[in-house]
């Protein structure tokens, strides 16, 4: 007696799927990262700064729309499923981009230097390799950096308690 017929179960069909695996495969993130922070050289020193860096000169909207540009590798990353602690890290890490890159000039330099960018993309292909194996670094970084946003949300709270006390004890 022959076995009883059993169709194949095709998955469900995803047509974003495909495109999103090839706009979003390590060749192009790792190019756009390039052409993010590092794609020009400054002549006559090693100093590579990308479109970001030149978008940031200007005044104003040029770090937003950097950060605007960088989230692209945030949504990619999530797109892949890259695990959640990373992509916390990730938007850190383009926040301090974004925030310290707002103040002129030192901001410029610091955007060059820093590469939010490069390091995002290290951090998604590092987790991407490795899915389920989180360091100590980066619960260490997102422990480090909610106690630097605790203080400075509590230092004014702090020096307005002190003039208060002091007004009392006078």
């Known amino acids: 007696m022959p076995d009883r017929f059993h169709p194949d ?14 706009l979003f495969s390590d060749d192009n993130l790792d190019r756009y990262a390039h052409l993010l922070d590092d794609c020009f050289r400054i002549p006559g020193t ?21 950060g605007i540009a960088s989230c692209v590798l945030i949504l990619a990353a999530w797109v892949r499923g890259v695990p959640y602690v990373a992509l ?31 390091r995002n993309y290290r951090l998604m292909t590092r987790h991407l390799r490795q899915p389920r194996r989180h360091t100590w670094k980066d619960y260490a970084f997102l ?18 308690l002190v003039i208060i006390l002091w007004l009392l004890h006078r």
Request: proline share 7%; net charge positive; glycine share 10%.
């Open 88 to 118: 916390v890290r990730m938007m850190v890490n383009l926040a301090i981009d974004v925030l310290i890159g707002a103040i002129p000039f030192l901001g410029d330099i610091f955007d060059i230097a820093w590469k939010a960018n490069r």
């Open 46 to 66: 090693r100093i590579r700064l990308g479109l970001d860096g030149l978008i940031g000169l200007i005044p104003g909207l040029g770090d937003v729309l950097g």
């Open 143 to 160: 422990l480090g950096f909610a106690a630097v946003i605790l203080v400075v949300l509590a230092a004014p709270l702090i020096v307005l």
């Open 9 to 22: 179960v095709l998955p469900p069909q995803r047509p974003w799927r495909a495109w999103a695996e090839r």
